[in-house]
Nanobody, 124 residues
Framework: QVQLVESGGGLVQTGGSLRLSCAAS????????MGWFRQAPGKEREFVAT????????YYADSMKGRFTISRDNTKNTVYLQMNSLKPEDTAVYYC?????????????????WGQGTQVTVSS
């Protein structure tokens, strides 16, 4: 079991930045690939980014490339999502997820553990 707690969400203007954090507790953090997903009102949850367990690879959804950066610190059991150049369409609840599956890392089914989410609102 691993417990995930997100933080860092809030209200920001278009073009602004936020850094989300996800603190993990429980089993050894370093055995999990870590992902960020988001869900806007009335929409399905979608993939944002993922970082592999050893941080040697990162993957992003096309619309986030160049604006978002995922990173992790295994000594602090924490994964981060730096979000720059935010747009109103980035408004969503952002979820952190942990999983051990090494394929289909953009799929929700590859993650067994989820946080409760943190709200990000981008005003126009």
């Amino acid at each position: 079991q691993v417990q995930l707690v997100e933080s860092g969400g809030g209200l920001v203007q278009t073009g602004g930045s936020l850094r989300l954090s996800c603190a993990a507790s429980g089993r050894i953090f370093g055995i999990y690939n870590m992902g960020w997903f988001r869900q806007a009102p009335g929409k399905e949850r979608e993939f944002v980014a993922t970082v592999t367990r050893s941080a040697d690879r990162t993957y992003y959804a096309d619309s986030m490339k160049g604006r978002f950066t995922i990173s992790r610190d295994n000594t602090k059991n924490t994964v981060y999502l730096q979000m720059n150049s935010l747009k109103p369409e980035d408004t969503a609840v952002y979820y952190c997820a942990a999983g051990q599956t090494n394929i289909r890392l953009s799929s929700m089914t590859s993650y067994a553990y989820w946080g409760q989410g943190t709200q990000v609102t981008v005003s126009s």
